[in-house]
Nanobody, 122 residues
Framework: QVQLVESGGGLVQAGGSLRLSCAAS????????MGWFRQAPGKEREFVAT????????YYADSVKGRFTISRDNAKNTVYLQMNSLKPEDTAVYYC???????????????WGQGTQVTVSS
């Protein structure tokens, strides 16, 4: 069983930065992909970014490409999401996710964290 715990959310002004962390216990297989999704009020949960535990290959949603960076620290079983140049439309609850492959749809995710709120003020 894999448990994911996010931290690092908060309130920031537009143009600012935040870094989210996701600590995994019961580490997934090295073939797993770790990722981030987000869900704004009244909207469906959407893909943000993903990284493979082994090898570190990454994939991003077009809406965050060039602004967000996903990374991992294998020794700490932790995945990070560095968010720069934040916009009000980035406001959402951000969820850490673990899946056996590249998962850009929520249905493909096996494990979820509890979520952390990110609010970007204009």
């Amino acid at each position: 069983q894999v448990q994911l715990v996010e931290s690092g959310g908060g309130l920031v002004q537009a143009g600012g930065s935040l870094r989210l962390s996701c600590a995994a216990s019961g580490r997934p297989s090295s073939s797993y992909h770790m990722g981030w999704f987000r869900q704004a009020p009244g909207k469906e949960r959407e893909f943000v970014a993903t990284i493979r535990w082994s090898g570190g290959s990454t994939y991003y949603a077009d809406s965050v490409k060039g602004r967000f960076t996903i990374s991992r620290d294998n020794a700490k079983n932790t995945v990070y999401l560095q968010m720069n140049s934040l916009k009000p439309e980035d406001t959402a609850v951000y969820y850490c996710a673990a899946a056996p492959g590249i998962a850009t749809m929520p249905q493909a995710v096996n494990y979820w964290g509890q979520g952390t709120q990110v609010t970007v003020s204009s």
